[in-house]
């Protein structure tokens, strides 16, 4: 809510002069009309610069973090404790700065008097849409402590599936940026000092095998033209900036999915978000329509987010899940016809959570069949960029009569 000073005449004309909190101007108005006040100006105020919520909007928390505080949190309230004192002592026990301030906020914004939803809605950073929905059923249900621990169960799971992704990518980044690093140091250390022995030696360039000339021009080049690779990091980090946003997931999403082998994976990866948070929310009590709404941001792709969207909207005219899930053609058949049976038995979230261990399975296999396959073509890669380059220093050696004449 924002923070608006206003000056106001009563019935009687006194002027007064206040500030109050509301979420728009017209707010203020139509409250102060009510109460005999005729609002004669009214300015929005301008909060001061708060380092901590710079720093919260730049950074959110981990995993590891939620992972451990609705663990605590759980365990805490099961014993018995206030709200307040569980946030307490979470607070205590906290090592993130970052976060133990966020708790610390909830925590006085709980003991003022409002509700633990409506504290945590404060930090997105820290709290997301899932999360929050989560609480909330929590609370109308008067279940929170167990809705809490199937809370840090499915985060679990996210931290398995994030370490799955990354096994996946790190190898093969890690060996290519490895491959460049060696084919630069030759480039531009080990082939100029052969290009000067080739000059000396045959005096010219003009005699050596084209293959070597043309290595002695890249090098060449490097060497002056060098501090352009500096901006390889920049380009990279503009990449994903653009990849972060909205126009980014609209233009890259589709194109991801069609990619040879990690297409496959990243809808795997989708898909089992997707459905996992769709199961532990429809398990915790929350409404299919809003737990679809959740749901689709944890889906990381846009062309499932927006299959999802179409489904919720055919959903709330009446149609079942899986009917328009189907007609996308985005998700596959044994997605469609596991939900289809599962709203049929009357257990759509035991089905869902079926459907995650499945993908969780798929993705392990992907990952290993992606080492197996990526691991000798990285090698065939290194081997063939450090090859050319060698052969082509030694080139002239092998032809060394010709040279000289």
């Given at each position: 809510?924002?923070?608006?000073?206003?000056?106001?005449?009563?019935?009687?004309?006194?002027?007064?002069?206040?500030?109050?909190?509301?979420?728009?101007?017209?707010?203020?108005?139509?409250?102060?009309?009510?109460?005999?006040?005729?609002?004669?100006?009214?300015?929005?105020?301008?909060?001061?610069?708060?380092?901590?919520?710079?720093?919260?909007?730049l950074f959110k928390v981990?995993?590891?973090?939620?992972?451990?505080?609705?663990?605590?949190?759980?365990?805490?309230?099961?014993?018995?404790?206030?709200?307040?004192?569980?946030?307490?002592?979470?607070?205590?026990?906290?090592?993130?700065?970052?976060?133990?301030?966020?708790?610390?906020?909830?925590?006085?914004?709980?003991?003022?008097?409002?509700?633990?939803?409506?504290?945590?809605?404060?930090?997105?950073?820290?709290?997301?849409?899932?999360?929050?929905?989560?609480?909330?059923?929590?609370?109308?249900?008067?279940?929170?402590?167990?809705?809490?621990?199937?809370?840090?169960?499915?985060?679990?799971?996210?931290?398995?599936?994030?370490?799955?992704?990354?096994?996946?990518?790190?190898?093969?980044?890690?060996?290519?940026?490895?491959?460049?690093?060696?084919?630069?140091?030759?480039?531009?250390?080990?082939?100029?000092?052969?290009?000067?022995?080739?000059?000396?030696?045959?005096?010219?360039?003009?005699?050596?095998?084209?293959?070597?000339?043309?290595?002695?021009?890249?090098?060449?080049?490097?060497?002056?033209?060098?501090?352009?690779?500096?901006?390889?990091?920049?380009?990279?980090?503009?990449?994903?900036?653009?990849?972060?946003?909205?126009?980014?997931?609209?233009?890259?999403?589709?194109?991801?999915?069609?990619?040879?082998?990690?297409?496959p994976l990243s809808r795997?990866?989708?898909?089992?978000?997707?459905?996992?948070?769709?199961?532990?929310?429809?398990?915790?009590?929350?409404?299919?329509?809003?737990?679809?709404?959740?749901?689709?941001?944890?889906?990381?792709?846009?062309?499932?987010?927006?299959?999802?969207?179409?489904?919720?909207?055919?959903?709330?005219?009446?149609?079942?899940?899986?009917?328009?899930?189907?007609?996308?053609?985005?998700?596959?058949?044994?997605?469609?016809?596991?939900?289809?049976?599962?709203?049929?038995?009357?257990?759509?979230?035991?089905?869902?959570?079926?459907?995650?261990?499945?993908?969780?399975?798929?993705?392990?296999?992907?990952?290993?069949?992606?080492?197996?396959?990526?691991?000798?073509?990285?090698?065939?890669?290194?081997?063939?960029?450090?090859?050319?380059?060698?052969?082509?220093?030694?080139?002239?050696?092998?032809?060394?009569?010709?040279?000289?004449?």
């Open positions: 809510m924002k923070t608006f000073t206003y000056t106001a005449k009563d019935s009687q004309g006194k002027i007064i002069s206040s500030q109050v909190e509301a979420d728009n101007p017209k707010a203020v108005i139509e409250a102060l009309r009510q109460e005999g006040f005729f609002v004669t100006r009214i300015v929005e105020k301008r909060r001061a610069f708060n380092p901590f919520v710079f720093i919260e909007r981990g995993l590891k973090e939620l992972t451990i505080f609705s663990r605590q949190f759980a365990l805490l309230l099961n014993a018995g404790l206030t709200l307040s004192e569980a946030l307490d002592t979470i607070e205590e026990q906290t090592q993130n700065n970052s976060f133990r301030e966020i708790l610390h906020r909830v925590k006085l914004d709980v003991q003022g008097g409002e509700t633990l939803v409506r504290a945590m809605q404060k930090h997105p950073r820290a709290f997301s849409n899932f999360f929050v929905s989560m609480v909330q059923a929590g609370e109308i249900g008067g279940a929170l402590d167990s809705i809490l621990e199937r809370v840090a169960q499915f985060y679990e799971n996210e931290l398995d599936l994030n370490q799955k992704v990354k096994s996946a990518m790190v190898y093969p980044v890690t060996v290519v940026v490895f491959a460049l690093v060696i084919s630069l140091f030759m480039l531009m250390y080990i082939v100029p000092q052969f290009a000067a022995f080739y000059s000396d030696f045959s005096g010219g360039e003009a005699q050596l095998p084209a293959l070597t000339r043309k290595m002695i021009e890249l090098s060449d080049w490097l060497l002056q033209y060098g501090w352009w690779l500096l901006t390889i990091p920049v380009f990279f980090l503009l990449f994903w900036k653009f990849r972060n946003s909205k126009w980014g997931h609209l233009i890259l999403d589709p194109i991801i999915l069609r990619v040879p082998i990690f297409g795997k990866v989708a898909i089992t978000r997707f459905v996992r948070t769709f199961g532990t929310l429809t398990q915790s009590g929350v409404p299919i329509l809003e737990a679809l709404e959740v749901a689709k941001n944890t889906a990381s792709n846009d062309v499932i987010k927006r299959a999802i969207i179409y489904t919720r909207e055919r959903i709330r005219e009446g149609e079942t899940i899986h009917g328009p899930m189907k007609r996308t053609k985005v998700f596959p058949p044994i997605v469609t016809n596991m939900i289809s049976v599962g709203e049929e038995a009357g257990n759509l979230d035991e089905i869902l959570f079926k459907l995650s261990d499945y993908y969780d399975n798929e993705i392990d296999a992907t990952v290993r069949a992606m080492a197996s396959l990526i691991e000798p073509l990285m090698i065939v890669v290194i081997g063939g960029l450090v090859g050319v380059i060698v052969v082509s220093l030694y080139l002239p050696i092998f032809n060394l009569v010709n040279v000289i004449k």
